[in-house]
């Protein structure tokens, strides 16, 4: 998924030349991924289609910026990343925090047993509504990583964050989830 | 960092979050985006070249002129065969008609052909609604002015 798709280039050139067609293509390939991230970002899907229209029209604008050597998808993310978070602020300016990390975690005792019960029994809509909980910036992480499969490199360039401090947010990130799921007594499962 | 971190393949929660089902968007998003970014196009236009909707607001009000014109003026029967028939015979006085009906119809083509050229292909979907409304209203008009026919004007009767 990482490495940047010649398909993609020739895509650009085209929405670049005017070509309907292109941009209808470029809606079809990502429309659904980047809807996806944004509805876990925005945890409304009427707001995430909002902001999924912000973001194509933002990069449609903006295409000349695009670079050719990351793949358009990460970069449609990073687009949908900054305009999910603008939205936050806008809605609650004290909700977001980019860059400030909290405070160390509480972790409880590994248990092994309990990713493969995890593995096992776990739902769907559990694992949402435990993701849901979790902020967004967690959320987000998490969606980018495992769903999306992007390695640290190309997350920390959506992000706009070092690689170190992508590691230390998704092993947050999967700590807070897996308190979650624990909490929501789906670790006893299996 | 641990080994499920650095492979996601091998890692339940990974897998458990990856199968998390994706909301999807309809084709009418494509549609939503194409409007904007289309309507973008249209206002970033060169500013000799109208708009969409401007050509077929100026087309309409072109048609209206044109018709209501040639009603007031031309095409009324009793005006235009009152004009004529003070000069000539009343046979000649249909023929002229019969040229003004023709007249018109020309102004009106050219008025489309000259809105067509203005406005881009593939921009203009209310060219067609309006040409056929206008094309209606034409026809109507020229109806009214075949039906009441040329009537001699009584001063020519008389003579």
């Not at chain 1, 941009?23 to 980047?34: I, W």
């Not at chain 1, 687009?79 to 809605?91: E, G, L, P, Q, V």
């Not at chain 1, 005792?109 to 593995?119: D, Q, S």
Request: proline share 7%; with cysteine; charged share 25%.
């Amino acid at each position: 998924m990482t490495e940047p798709l010649a398909d993609d280039r020739s895509l650009v050139r085209r929405c670049l030349a005017g070509e309907d067609a292109a941009f209808e293509l470029t809606l079809d390939l990502y429309r659904d991924r980047v809807f996806s991230l944004l509805c876990r970002l925005a945890q409304n899907p009427a707001d995430a289609e909002d902001l999924a229209q912000e973001t194509f029209l933002k990069a449609f604008r903006n295409l000349s910026q695009y670079d050719p050597s990351r793949p358009l998808l990460s970069w449609l993310f990073a687009i949908a990343h900054n305009t999910a978070m603008d939205f936050h602020r806008a809605r609650n300016p004290a909700l977001v925090s980019l860059d400030a990390e909290e405070a160390p975690l509480e972790l409880p005792e590994r248990t092994p047993r309990l990713e493969l019960a995890v593995a096992a029994s776990l739902r769907s809509r559990e694992i949402e509504l435990v993701l849901s909980s979790l902020p967004p910036l967690y959320r987000e992480i998490l969606i980018l990583r495992h769903q999306e499969e992007l390695d640290y490199a190309e997350i920390g360039r959506i992000l706009e964050l070092p690689s170190g401090t992508v590691k230390n947010r998704l092993f947050r990130a999967r700590e807070k989830l897996r308190t979650g799921l624990e909490a929501a007594g789906l670790g006893e499962c299996g | 960092m641990n080994a499920m971190d650095r492979d996601p393949s091998g890692d339940p929660l990974g897998k458990a979050l990856a199968a998390l089902p994706r909301p999807r968007l309809g084709p009418a998003f494509n549609r939503r985006i194409m409007m904007a970014l289309r309507a973008e196009t249209a206002s970033r236009r060169a500013p000799w070249t109208l708009p969409a909707e401007a050509s077929a607001l100026a087309l309409a009000s072109t048609w209206m002129a044109a018709v209501l014109w040639t009603l007031l003026f031309n095409w009324t029967p009793e005006r235009t065969l009152h004009a004529l028939s003070l000069a000539m015979h009343p046979s000649e006085a249909g023929a002229l008609l019969k040229l003004q009906l023709a007249k018109g119809l020309i102004l009106c083509t050219q008025s489309l052909s000259l809105f067509r050229t203005l406005c881009p292909s593939g921009c203009f979907s209310p060219e067609l609604v309006l040409q056929w409304a206008c094309a209606a209203l034409l026809a109507g008009a020229i109806l009214f002015a075949v039906s009441r026919g040329p009537e001699p004007h009584a001063a020519w009767r008389k003579s």
